[in-house]
């Protein structure tokens, strides 16, 4: 292993961080003292100083988030043996115990104390719908499909339409999670070709409570309903380079199907796992996604 050490950037002898007979030219960047900002601009902004540096070098750089490997040290080992380089970013000191402790309520989910709650939107809440969904699609654009300007484009009658629709029956739900405001969100839709399948969607929770358990609650709340009202799948989607949703959904039961077109098919099975499977004309057992 060879060292470099730099005092901002990559120095004025970035040469010496290359390997001549390194395996490939990825480079995973480690945010380290910067762990603490939940600004996206922010923490964006900085990458991409980092990023110039490392790409005029010849290298592929991709964020290495240290904080999705709590407690998965074989997982964080098979992640980093895809790198041929690790450059960590900091400061003079490391600030993420610092960040993490500014916030009490912060502390007590990574505590394991619950302070949030978890329920199916109710009629006439599509105001509070049209907030969280919003915030969703504004704090993380690369996370779906639908954009934030074309979603603050719709009527208040559409919200109030899908919103109502959504809190009755057993054909769609949206849950919401809640702390003192709303702090995450979840949809699952019945597939109107398979009755027996649903789709995840608009999946998303807050900065402010992610790494700490929310996600996987929410996701425990939508499967529980979802086994409740005769679903035997649940169906997602994860866009290329968005490593971190693959691997949270991965860790919450999801199996890779395939990918086409730079999505990644995944399901998660509630009951019987060969409920739902199309034969293709083939007579080969063709993935619900087709």
Request: aromatic fraction near 10%; include cysteine.
């Amino acid at each position: 292993m060879k060292l470099y050490l730099s005092s901002y950037l990559q120095g004025d002898q970035p040469e010496k961080f290359l390997e001549p007979n390194a395996r490939n030219n990825r480079v995973a960047v480690i945010q380290n003292a910067h762990d603490c900002w939940t600004d996206p601009v922010k923490r964006k902004s900085v990458f991409d100083r980092e990023y110039e540096g490392l790409i005029r070098l010849g290298l592929e750089p991709e964020e290495l988030d240290l904080r999705d490997f709590f407690g998965l040290q074989d997982e964080l080992r098979e992640e980093v043996s895809r790198f041929a380089y690790c450059w960590a970013m900091g400061g003079d000191s490391f600030r993420y115990t610092n960040g993490q402790t500014t916030s009490s309520r912060k502390e007590r989910l990574m505590n394991g104390e619950k302070t949030y709650a978890i329920r199916r939107l109710a009629v006439g809440e599509a105001e509070l719908y049209r907030s969280v969904r919003l915030e969703a699609l504004r704090e993380s654009p690369e996370a779906f499909s639908s954009s934030y300007e074309a979603a603050l484009g719709r009527s208040m009658e559409s919200w109030a339409n899908q919103a109502d629709e959504a809190a009755d029956g057993g054909d769609r739900a949206i849950f919401i999670v809640e702390d003192g405001g709303p702090v995450g969100l979840a949809a699952l839709y019945r597939d109107t070709e398979i009755s027996s399948h649903g789709e995840l969607i608009q999946m998303w929770i807050a900065p402010s409570h992610r790494r700490s358990g929310v996600g996987e609650a929410l996701l425990g709340h939508l499967f529980d309903w979802a086994a409740r009202h005769s679903y035997a799948a649940v169906k997602a989607e994860v866009t290329d380079g968005n490593q971190r949703a693959l691997r949270f959904y991965l860790r919450c039961g999801f199996t890779e199907l395939h990918s086409q077109e730079g999505v990644t098919f995944l399901v998660k099975m509630i009951q019987d796992p060969q409920i739902g499977l199309r034969p293709a004309t083939n007579g080969e057992p063709k993935s619900p996604f087709e």
